[in-house]
């Protein structure tokens, strides 16, 4: 079964520091997505992505925050000067055409982000 | 904009027993109600997703019931399992773009 593969499973960097999350969504997915979850807490939404523009972002999603498609296959979110909150599990998740129905969420295993 | 509340925040059972989870969203016009479970430090899996038009919805051990009027909709699991331990978060979601809205998750403890 083909799956949402996200690199690295974790990253620690220094507060400050710009950081780069990529993600290879499944092959034939249209709908790009990324959500964050603080340790023990819910999952939250940050940003939707189709037809390579921007289709809905959260409050979360402030202007630290860019997402990028630079190529067929790959989908990063880039944090800008991190801070100490951002500390976070970060999830890609992808899905095809048609309804949230008949289409669901595919999920990648995360990135674990740690700023100190 | 939508609010899901989750509920219990801890479930414990006895294996065998049933298990019942309880999520109710603020938005009429939601119309997509998935459930995840979250083993530790892995990635959310769906188990079970209903939409608005249905009330009710089984797959083997878990069923999924929701009701428009109350808003509100439920897990349930019966004939737990230890493997059923885990953290199950509801959603909601309306219109195409699918930007899910979570439940804050519960904790599913199965007992031997």
């Known amino acids: 079964e083909p799956e949402v593969t996200q690199t690295p499973s974790h990253q620690v960097t220094q507060m400050g520091q710009e950081v780069i999350l990529r993600c290879v969504p499944i092959s034939n997915h249209l709908y790009f997505y990324w959500y964050r979850q603080i340790l023990g807490q819910k999952v939250e939404f940050l940003v939707s992505?189709?037809?390579?523009?921007?289709?809905?972002k959260s409050e979360i999603f402030d202007d630290q925050f860019s997402v990028e498609r630079p190529d067929g296959s790959n989908f990063t979110l880039k944090i800008r000067s991190t801070k100490l909150e951002d500390s976070a599990m970060y999830f890609c998740?992808?899905?095809?055409?048609?309804?949230?129905?008949?289409?669901?969420?595919?999920f990648g295993n995360g990135t674990r982000l740690t700023v100190t | 904009g939508e609010n899901v509340e989750q509920h219990p925040s801890t479930l414990s059972v006895q294996e065998g027993d049933s298990a019942v989870i309880k999520c109710t969203y603020s938005?009429?016009?939601?119309?997509?109600f998935p459930w995840y479970k979250q083993e530790l430090g892995k990635r959310p899996q769906l188990i079970i997703d209903i939409r608005s038009n249905v009330g009710e919805k089984k797959d083997q051990r878990i069923a999924v019931t929701l009701n428009k009027t109350a808003k509100h909709f439920s897990l349930h699991i019966t004939e737990t399992q230890p493997e059923d331990s885990a953290v199950y978060f509801c959603a909601a979601s309306k219109g195409s773009n699918y930007q899910l809205i979570w439940g804050a998750g519960t904790k599913l403890i199965i007992k031997p």
């Open positions: 992505f189709y037809n390579n523009e921007i289709s809905e």
């Open positions: 998740a992808s899905r095809g055409e048609g309804s949230s129905y008949n289409s669901p969420l595919h």
């Open positions: 938005d009429s016009a939601s119309n997509y």
